[in-house]
């Protein structure tokens, strides 16, 4: 993904600034130029990502490099990462780097403390490089700009991989910096260029809302608020950027207005809000900052040329990073002041819940403020669902703020606070817990017992019902069967059947031959529901007696499930 944010919080360019690095002026003054930058040893550009823990930015160069820089904020580079020939799109999650490759099957994975290359993940063919990491998952469009490729998943923990129902020409993925379920999609050198925007926490992902057809071509970069309520997209044509709603991806009618082909643009939430574009006005001018909601801009830059992708807001040193050129790639810090960095982590007392169970969530905010704006806010997303507020409150004098809550299905849980006077609004990571069905498992249908064994004769058919709270109608629950042999337990009969209206399925073993067998329900993983299993249920087939043994379906004796009684 190109301009990735993770874990990067809110930086601010204010109205009038000092000329420390780079001359800057109103837009009714003719902008002045600025110097021409620091070099970094790579002749392209692709992809920046600011690492805000570290204050750090890694910048990689596409096909045909052969590494990842690493700078501070001021353009000094700190380090080169080695060894990842066509680094291209970066993602940020917590200490790992991932890499995706421009034109080649894979994804580095970086540690980005050892800045060291750990692994890398196969992709089953190439990529465009761009990549997201979005619901545990990296996201990546398989394929080539010049044509559609599909949407494709990697979980890097599991392995798994797999493909989506959606193809994009040559996309720019862009995750929610709020809601942590969404992937928005960018098609470039189209016309029109639509914005999708996608759940990927349902099975499938799944395409819940675009932005108006034909309503701009070549799109070159887009940006999201920090509140995700807010899409900016820099199109070829018109010659603007323009605003949208993210909830119906509707057109405001706001935009910020631009000189021809706007191809970069950036957005903070820090000090009300700034919108940086490139190319910018008046002729000649390449980079203007916008206060949000302003038709005006403050601050003007001349003299830098961002590549598509390279203006990014970033933290606490308030730099409003441009990065561009060509043989070599020229970085520019432009200079403003800030509000501080606060810091808000959300944690949970269970990482795992059955179903109608409680968990604790505990908001930890520091510094902790004074007596005014100590209000924080949780939100609860259930997977394939949607967001709503479950608990608003002061934190406590250690800015704590601790709350219960009972997920109905897999939730992932969000902390925000709006910031005060002095610090900038922040959101913590979100946190996932999971919720377990309950299984259950019945016999009926046995002639008497003995201990824990309920005794059936050869041939009878032993109903047997599972129960899977809540309801999960339509899915298949798993019957399994196992015999006793040697006094160990080896697997004797395994079938799934759908589960009905009333949270049921039923089905019947049947045994051609004496033995002591133990069965249970199984429900599997789903995407909304983490699996679980029955307590086992003990039962004894006797030699039969007036009955005769029935053969299986296939002529041979043995034990199985079936889907009706046969007697």
Same mark, same amino acid.
């Given at each position: ?60 160069? +596409? ?29 940020? $999650? $917590?200490?790992?780097?991932?890499v995706a490759r421009e034109h080649a099957a894979g994804v580095y994975v970086v540690d980005t403390g050892a800045l060291v290359k750990t692994r890398t993940l196969p992709l089953p063919h190439p990529s465009t490089g761009d990549v997201a990491f979005v619901h545990h998952r990296l996201w990546v469009v398989l394929g080539t700009c010049d044509r559609y490729g599909v949407l494709y998943f990697v979980d890097p923990r599991s392995g798994e991989q797999g493909y989506t129902p959606h ?41 819940? +809302? ?42 405001? +009618? ?48 001349? +003299? ?241 007696t007036a009955t005769a043994a029935r053969a299986a379906p296939n002529g041979e004796p043995g034990v199985r499930f079936e889907r009706s009684a046969s007697r």
């Amino acid at each position: 993904m190109r301009r990735t944010t993770a874990r990067l919080v809110a930086g601010v360019l204010v109205a009038v600034v000092a000329a420390v690095s780079a001359p800057v002026h109103a837009s009714s003054a003719t902008p002045a130029l600025v110097p021409r930058g620091r070099a970094l040893p790579l002749a392209t550009f692709y992809d920046q990502v600011v690492d805000a823990e570290r204050g750090r930015i890694f910048v990689s160069g +596409g096909a045909g490099s052969d590494a990842v820089v690493v700078t501070n904020y001021d353009g000094h580079v700190l380090a080169t990462i080695p060894g990842l020939p066509d680094a291209a799109g970066m993602a940020l $999650d $917590d200490d790992t780097l991932y890499v995706a490759r421009e034109h080649a099957a894979g994804v580095y994975v970086v540690d980005t403390g050892a800045l060291v290359k750990t692994r890398t993940l196969p992709l089953p063919h190439p990529s465009t490089g761009d990549v997201a990491f979005v619901h545990h998952r990296l996201w990546v469009v398989l394929g080539t700009c010049d044509r559609y490729g599909v949407l494709y998943f990697v979980d890097p923990r599991s392995g798994e991989q797999g493909y989506t129902p959606h193809s994009y020409h040559c996309p720019d993925l862009e995750p929610s910096p709020f809601n942590p379920h969404l992937l928005y999609v960018a098609e470039r050198d189209l016309s029109p260029a639509p914005v999708v925007k996608i759940d990927v926490s349902r099975a499938p992902a799944t395409l819940v +809302g675009a932005t108006p057809w034909g309503e701009g071509s070549d799109l070159a970069d887009m940006a999201i608020s920090a509140d995700g309520e807010t899409l900016l997209t820099a199109h070829g044509h018109p010659y603007t950027v323009q605003e949208h709603r993210t909830s119906d991806m509707a057109l405001t +009618g706001f935009t910020y207005g631009t000189a021809t082909y706007p191809h970069t643009v950036a957005t903070t939430d820090a000090g009300g809000g700034f919108v940086a574009v490139s190319p910018a006005p008046p002729p000649g001018s390449d980079v203007a900052v916008y206060p949000w909601r302003s038709g005006t801009a403050t601050v003007i830059y001349d +003299g830098v040329v961002p590549a598509p992708d390279g203006l990014e807001f970033v933290p606490q040193a308030a730099r409003l990073v441009s990065i561009g050129g060509y043989d070599p790639v020229r970085f520019h810090a432009l200079d403003g002041s800030s509000g501080l960095d606060a810091h808000l982590s959300l944690t949970a007392s269970e990482e795992q819940v059955v179903h109608g169970r409680t968990v604790s969530l505990t908001a930890q905010l520091s510094p902790t403020p004074g007596s005014s704006h100590r209000t924080v806010s949780i939100y609860a997303i259930p997977f394939g669902g949607t967001e709503r507020e479950i608990a608003r409150a002061p934190v406590g004098a250690d800015g704590a703020l601790t709350v219960d809550a009972t997920p109905s299905r897999n939730t992932t849980y969000v902390a925000r606070w709006a910031g005060d006077d002095t610090y900038l609004s922040v959101n913590s990571d979100g946190v996932d817990v999971f919720v377990k069905v309950f299984v259950r498992t019945r016999l009926y249908g046995w002639y008497g017992t003995s201990g824990v064994w309920k005794l059936y004769r050869v041939g009878d058919s032993g109903k047997q019902v599972g129960v899977v709270v809540p309801n999960q109608s339509g899915r298949d629950l798993v019957f399994e069967a196992q015999q006793r042999v040697d006094g160990q337990w080896v697997p004797a009969a395994r079938a799934a059947f759908p589960i009905g209206a009333d949270g049921r399925a039923v089905a019947y073993l049947v045994s051609d031959r004496p033995g002591y067998f133990r069965t249970r329900n199984v429900f599997a993983d789903h995407w909304d529901y983490r699996g679980a299993a029955s307590n086992w249920q003990y039962l004894r087939y006797t030699r039969a007696t007036a009955t005769a043994a029935r053969a299986a379906p296939n002529g041979e004796p043995g034990v199985r499930f079936e889907r009706s009684a046969s007697r």
